[in-house]
């Protein structure tokens, strides 16, 4: 007896040629031997190894991400949370005083801590033309859900003493973007007004990693090749994947969220995830756009004019969100 689900469709064996419809630079990021390498991750309950797994994977992150904001004229102040830090970044040029944004850093949940919440926010808010912080959030193996997201939480409680909902934008990507959609979710939840505008780049929607694209873009992602099953176990402690707070798109959005901006691309592992929160968002009545670009996988190359015009669409949209001309 066949468990095969009814409909599936067998393909052959072929072979996906690099697109002629995009960029050289994206081509080349692409096609770059390091992607052909398989990632190697400990075993689940080897804590010691994810922690030294944590710490080489945020080295390389760190001084990579260290030299791209070395281009920029910045200064930061570090402000001290109950459990983390929250990072301020202040821009040579700042276009509105009286307005914010808060950058909640990507990497599976697990990297893109320490110096590289510094550095992720530079670029931001030097193209923003606003303070922006960025919070330095809790990280599994030793604090799974909900401490991040408690940690993001209060980073906005530090905001709205300082600004305004309406003056402040709210940025993520992949992961990270998971955790704006369940900040603005808790928050709202706990009483706090909703800010002004989110943008979510690739969003983490379901931990249950079911959607479509999970399938159809396996392999033909070069970032993310295949669903992780160490993340959801890792980042979730336990708790149930459908909770709202750790996959955003069962929540109740027609209580209210932010106007949003969802990008991703064609080759992405995480499309349907993005394009099933943003019809989320369409059917509780909220406010968002979805721009969706071709062959881009889990993350494009920096020097690639199609990473130049993903940013310009997600600062276009903060300001103009934020009432800046």
Known sequence: MSDEIPG???????????PVTISEEARDFLSNPMFSQELSVPELTDIEGWRAHAARSNAGLSAMMKMQAAAFEYTYEVRHLNHCE????????????????????????IVGGGEAALHAAVKLADQAGVRTFS??????????????????????????????????????????????????????DQGLPIPAACVMHSPV?????????????????????????WMPALYSGGHDLMDPLLSPL???FAKGFSPSLFTSGTRDLLLSDTVRLHRALRAAGVRAELHVWEAMCHGMAHNAPEAREILDEHIGFVRRELGIG
């Open 8 to 18: 599936t469709v067998k393909l052959p064996a072929r072979a996906i040629p690099l």
């Open 86 to 109: 929250l990072y301020e970044v202040i821009p040579a040029r700042i276009d509105s005083e009286d307005k914010a944004m808060l950058n909640i850093h990507g990497g599976a949940f």
């Open 135 to 188: 919070v330095d959030y809790r990280m599994p193996p030793d604090h799974p859900f909900p401490a991040g997201l408690d940690d993001c939480v209060e980073a906005y409680r530090f905001m709205l003493e300082r600004y305004k909902a309406e003056c402040i934008a709210i940025y993520g990507g992949s992961a990270g973007a998971n955790l704006v959609a369940a900040m603005v979710l808790k928050a709202r």
């Open 205 to 229: 929607s379901d931990l249950r990693q079911v959607g479509d694209s999970f399938t159809t873009n396996a392999e033909l992602d070069v970032v993310l090749k295949r669903p992780a099953d």
């Open 250 to 252: 069962f929540g109740d």
